[in-house]
């Protein structure tokens, strides 16, 4: 009954976490809480999967000669490398995400939402020519780079 | 022979890693490694898929592992179709100029080779995976090089590549989350043993949870209409040959995984569930098409046109899903290979028109087919087939579909697939009104001249793809595309 009752508890507590993030990414108008927000919300899956792992007087996974071999002795280690796998992903987004938010700031002074559309709407969409600018085309390219353009 | 799935794989990430080494010191070298990679991943698809039609789908067990306590690479007739087609156009976009058509001045140096071979990498592996959490892995795989591919195009494609990541990632994770409300019912995440697991407790509200969690999330990420929002701005401000790809095969992936999950991990006849899930993918596609194409006949710019265009022809391949018979497949899997060959044509086009006058707004394009007669052609042949005039690709795919309407006494989807070939021509009539029948009016189009062989040679290779698969379509059809729908339904 009480295992009962601490794995409802954790749940809800997943819910709510997930409800939060969900809030965060999509109602939020500055970037960075809409990040927060994406966090938060991998968080809850992550912790989802652990207590799914969890079991009541079960032991790490590594087999004992005395608590023999029977499954329900053991926490099932499966969820805990598939998170590890998931984290290390979720690294990867946030640090391509923290990236954008550099560029972003350093290009708009701001992280509102609507301020940056604003500024981006009031500039000119110029598309490049390749036959303008033609010393901007970069150091490293030679001149037999396939793809110099025609001169 | 087991380890070709391995092989294709490992082909794309050494490369990508060797391209990613070698780009700061010669871009050119990088070019070279991204070829051999992208051409040598085609070689090895070519490969796959003779030896797949001929003995049999190849299973590689990880480590000699077997499922479902290890991990599973399955090449078979569907998953080798789809490798053929990601590398095919991955090989022909790369030959592209990667500096054309920038919204702004491209940057100075920019990682775009390694990271194409990444995104490459990662769509093989949503294709070939045979493990629901192997396909979550690469689907952010190939999410992360795609944001990353985005952010290259300049501000504005900074600021919607963000907006993508974070639509992008909520649609990972819930995927995740559904396939963990599967695995603490089913206890396994071997796709084969979750269909086996699920025979007993099909209609139990956790399966039911975890199928809307996973197809909604899969949507997200396919860009399937209403969660479409991300797709106009990231695909119109992306790198035209970056957008290229994108349009053409990113969002196949998902639509591949919708596929896979819908038909072959949990049957319609399985769950009562997944019937709903399968026919809301269905009828979620049918408004796409309607919107997405309306939405494009509203542009202004023609590489945001294309992006709506893009969001409307995905719809096809939901309402293939949807449909969930021999033909609807049919005609969704071949949409998969027409859409990616048309729109990856018109993106091209787009990108040399940008290329050679900077014009991006399609009023303005009064006169090009005069200064540009080989693009255009190219042009107006990928845009008949979106349109779908026979004999070209588009055709077939839109016939096959109304076939499958018609055999499921879906009415309602055949109204919308013959509007939706007025729809299209709404759009494509007004850019080729402005390209031939007018002189040029500006200067920029004036001064305009055919662009150089390697902007005009993937263009005329995806130009006359349209016409050479629309031809070859019954061999496509009967060769590879009934193997796999007798594969994934039953009979």
Redesign the interface.
Known sequence: MAELLFDRTVYVGVMVLLAIGLYGMLAKRNLVKKLVGMVIFQTAIYLFFIQGAAQMGATVPVIEEELGTAADTYVNPLPHLLILTALVVGVGVLGVALSFLLRIYRRHGTFDEDEIAAQLAAEPIEGHRVDDHGADHGADHDAADPEEPRS | MTALPLLLLAVLFITAAIAGIVG?????AA?AVALAGAGGAFALAVAGLVVVLTDGTIIHELGGWPPPIGIEYVLDPLASYMTLVITGIGLITLIF??????????P??MPLYPLVLLLLAGLLGVVMAGDL?NL??FL??Y??AT??LI?LGG??A??A??RY??FG??GS?LY??GV?FL??TTGSLNMTDVAAQLTGIADSPTVAAAFALIVIGLALKMALFPLHVWLPEAHSFAPPAVAALLAAVQVKAAAYALVRILLSVAPPELLDGAVTATSAVGWFGAAGIVFGSVMAILQR?FKRMLAYSTVAQLGFIGLGIGLANEQGLTGALLHVLNHAVMKSALFLVAGSI???????EIPRFAGLARRMPLTMFAAALAAASMVGVPPTAGFWSKFYLLWGSVEAGNWAFVVIIMASTLLTAGYFVRVFQQVMTFDPAEE?VANAVE??P?YLAPVAVLGAGVVVIGLGNFAIVSGVLEPVTAALLPL
């Open positions: 700061p010191w010669r871009q050119q070019f100029p990667t500096r054309a058509g920038f919204d702004a001045t491209p100075r140096r959490f979550f892995g952010e795989i999410a992360i944001y990353a952010g501000a504005r900074t600021f590549a963000f990541l974070i990632t909520l994770m995740l989350l963990g695995y603490l710019d940008l290329a050679q006058t900077g014009i991006r920029a662009p150089a390697q």
